[in-house]
């Protein structure tokens, strides 16, 4: 089976060098980049199953890549950030987010978090190519 790949895209080394080490631990294969321009270039080579994505990067901010990287892929995203306020976090959902998690955070949480969404996502990728029957009649989704 292959492994689950994550695209952490976050400009401070500390902490790309933590979730790194957690996620490899999980057994999920790990790339990283540290600005916006990269993490875009990256989800089309890498094609990563999630995003992991820091709201303040060098050159893009972190809202504008989701909502680039959503206008092209159907990734889930993370956004890991410090922007804890109530209406950084309804923005970050509005642009596309499919969770939010403020930093600092516990690791166990964020891996708790990851295989939450990759569990839905994966179902929600596998039904939509399901075949229905109903009264005779076949219907496909």
């Given at each position: 089976m ?7 895209i ?23 980049c ?8 990256m ?11 820091d709201w303040?990067l ?36 509005e642009?596309?987010?499919?969770d939010?998690?403020?930093k ?6 964020v891996?708790a ?21 109903f009264?005779?009649e076949?219907?496909?989704e």
């Amino acid at each position: 089976m292959e492994k689950m790949r994550i695209l952490i895209i976050e400009d401070e080394k500390p902490i790309v060098d933590i979730l790194t080490y957690g996620l490899e631990k999980e057994g999920y294969e790990v790339a990283s980049c540290y600005n916006g321009g990269e993490g875009m270039n990256m989800a089309r080579e890498y094609k990563p199953n999630l995003i992991l994505l820091d709201w303040m990067l060098p050159d893009l901010n972190g809202p504008d890549v989701c909502r680039l990287i959503s206008e092209q892929f159907n990734i889930p995203i993370i956004m890991l950030t410090a922007k804890a306020t109530m209406e950084d976090k309804l923005y970050g959902l509005e642009v596309g987010v499919d969770d939010y998690i403020t930093k600092p955070f516990d690791l166990r949480e964020v891996v708790a978090r990851i295989k939450i969404i990759l569990r839905r996502f994966q179902r929600s990728t596998d039904t939509q190519s399901m075949v229905y029957e109903f009264d005779g009649e076949i219907s496909e989704e």
